[in-house]
């Protein structure tokens, strides 16, 4: 309906060639804005924004006059709500077109000079887009309240005089306050522009005369700061420093004290060798010690029957000896016969010498004949006598030989001897138990020695941690070293550009921990990886 | 006659601690500090029955002394095993492509790697 009489509105009307015509300056100063603006960055560098800034604020402006002009020369009446409203409309315009202003010009105050140029050319740009968009709803706004007087002009005059004359008043005192509040932003924006203009050439001359050593010297404070943090990232550095040393230190020592325990447990694996050859030297010993043990055992139980069996033999050789006695007893009997006979033979041949002297001559022959004879009485007397000596002496030596003490003796030692043979067998008997025995230690030995081998062939495998540990420490160290060397060269660029890094050291810190990180995670790492189930096998084969 | 088993790796801890078992277990042990010794052996008349090689290791790695030592005459079916902290995936297609005949990671127990050698070299 609006936009229906709208078309009905003349053209040649001033306010409608108005508003077409600061609408067309317009997107003609935007339109150029964006095609010129490299070129314009070249000439006008930052003051790009205020030129622009200013022709739309003139273009606005001037349209604006214009309207009040062609406005005064034809005033219309209107309703007292649609002009409260655009009364309303225009001065939330008003309202930000200030607030607006004031952003912009407030960003002078703001600390940090980079911040303040972003944010005083985002204000500028803010503020001249503002400006466009107030300058075209102004125009519609404008060109409504036109519409509008111009359908209530074909209502009754009278009628239309009666109602909206007051409004009338209201709506001229009300452009009236508007004007004076744009003339009032105008005289604003002026002293506005011309404080950023200044403030600009200041910046402009900071920025030609820019050296980092300058701001340092101009603010103590930063000058401070940054030399805290050349000192941190120093002692920092002198820290890691330390820090990798004692690594060193505890890798190498680690390998010596590794090297050492296995030299210790490859010792300890030689006197377990040693002791178990031993043991088994001591057994083969003792085996062919039991075989002496076993012969000499069977020799004394020889001995010892032998010297059971003699206190035997010697009673028979008594009786035997016995027996002899008997026999010289009988011996002496037969000696008192010879000796009675050879008494006989003397008488008789006594006789037979009387009866020879009795015969005389004839019997001078038988009369040597009994001399004879008397002489073999004589001697065989003599023999008998000494038979006899012989005999008693036979017989003492017997007698003496066979006296019942001695026996006794005789027998009683060759009890003790045949006890001789239980302690033979005892001897074994304990031999055997200590065979045993030994055999037992020497099953013991060698199943500890087994245990043993194994325990240090698992010490040797555990050894192993070492050398895990020294290449964990070393890519600790090589993540150190990138990292401290990019310390270095971020100091360096900081002290030498004043804090315009041109690096992104962020990012280069985070490739040094991705690859830190990627390395650990291609290794095993911890006695616990073990039991991770996810983790590839520890032992594999293709 | 006991069995000729080359170990190679540049850590002395490493070297003395597997030697000294396998020597305990009856194994004769030739060692080389890294690739290019122990490939400088095998070139010079060694004969290992195994060889038991560091993949990480200074001058010449673990994955191109396998390489060059299966293109030497006799070394195309000796069996070797890698012994290494290295325990991921891609490193081990690696070793496998080189000619490794099993993958080892650290720490191996005494008595696990006596287990393994005997897979391999069934005689020992």
Known sequence: MREKKSKNIDFKNGAGRIFIFSSTAMLLLMVGAVFLSPYLDASLGRFKEMVFLGFALIIALCSQWFLMQALQKKPVLSSEERIHAANEKLRYVLNNITRQVEMALGAKSSAGVKSANIASDNSVDSLATTLAKCAVTLAEHVRALIDTLQNDSNESLEEAKQILLPQIEQTAQAITRYLNACENIDVQLRERINETKELLLNLQNVLENFSPQQIMQDSPV???????????????????????????????????????????????????????????????????????VDDSVGF?????HFIQDIPEKIQADIQSIQGVSGVIDGLTNLVDSIKEISFQTDILAVNAAIQAAHAG???????????????????SNKAAEMIEDGLDAARHTIKEGLKFKFLEEVMAEMNEAAAVMES???????????????KTLFSVINNNNRKLAADISEILGSIQYQDIVRQRIERMQIAMQHRNDLFQLFVT???????????????????ILNNYLEKESHHNNSLNSRDEEDAPPKFELF | MAKTILLVDDSVTMLMSVKNNLEIAGFKVETAEDGLKALAKCTGGLKPDLIITDINMPNMGGIEFIKKARALPGFRFLPILTLTTEANQA??????????????????????????????????
């Open chain 1, 361 to 379: 001559e004839a019997g001078l022959g038988f009369k040597i004949v009994a001399d004879e004879v008397r002489k073999l009485a004589v001697n």
């Open chain 1, 222 to 292: 930063l000058q401070s700061c940054v030399n805290e943090t050349y000192a941190v990232i120093d002692r920092h550095l002198q820290l890691e420093n330390a820090i990798k040393d004692q690594l060193n230190v505890v890798a190498n020592d680690t390998n010596d004290s590794a090297i050492q325990l296995v030299t210790l447990m490859r010792d300890l694996s030689n006197e377990a060798e040693n002791l178990v050859r031993y043991i088994t030297d001591a057994v083969q010993k003792i085996s062919s010690l039991d075989s002496g």
């Open chain 2, 91 to 124: 490193k081990r297609d690696e070793g496998k492509a080189a000619g490794a005949t099993g993958w080892l990671v650290k720490p191996v127990g005494g008595a696990d790697l006596l287990k393994i050698i005997k897979q391999v070299l069934p005689g020992a």
């Open chain 1, 300 to 304: 004394i139980i020889r001995i010892a």
């Open chain 1, 493 to 511: 660029e900081l002290e030498s550009s004043g804090g315009n890094l041109t690096d992104d050291f962020a990012s280069q810190m985070n490739v």
């Open chain 1, 424 to 438: 033979v067998k005892k001897l074994e008997e304990s031999h055997e138990d200590m065979r045993q025995y030994y």
